[in-house]
């Protein structure tokens, strides 16, 4: 059994910065696809930042720039470095880990960590 535990939340001012960590447990993380989520108050789940089977890292469009994922395989552990946080990166961010299998895809996901970014 695969289990993400998320760290690193918290409140920060504009303009601060934030690094999350997910540690996953179990033998797949080094061959999942990773990627983190958030979900604000009364919106979609939507991708921030991801990091594909075969290497590739892709961001969405608010965030470009100012987020970056990165992995440690030896530490089974994916990171979201945030700088130049916006009062619009408020949310719940969530760590998922997923990849193929005969039947489809699986998915894990972490239980979430919360960033409000206020003043």
């Known amino acids: 059994q695969v289990q993400l535990v998320e760290s690193g939340g918290g409140l920060v001012q504009p303009g601060g910065s934030l690094r999350l960590s997910c540690a996953a447990s179990?033998?797949?993380?080094?061959?999942?696809?990773k990627g983190w989520y958030r979900q604000a108050a009364g919106k979609k789940r939507e991708l921030v930042a991801e990091?594909?089977?075969?290497?590739?890292?892709n961001y969405a469009d608010s965030v470009k720039g100012r987020f970056t994922i990165s992995r440690d395989n030896a530490k089974n552990t994916v990171y979201l470095q945030m700088n130049n946080l916006k009062p619009e990166d408020t949310a719940v961010y969530y760590c998922?880990?997923?990849?193929?299998?005969?039947?489809?895809?699986?998915?894990?996901w972490g239980q979430g960590t919360q960033v409000t970014v206020s003043s």
């Open positions: 990091i594909t089977i075969d290497g590739r890292t």
């Open positions: 998922n880990l997923g990849g193929p299998t005969p039947r489809g895809w699986y998915n894990y």
């Open positions: 179990g033998s797949i993380f080094s061959i999942s696809a």
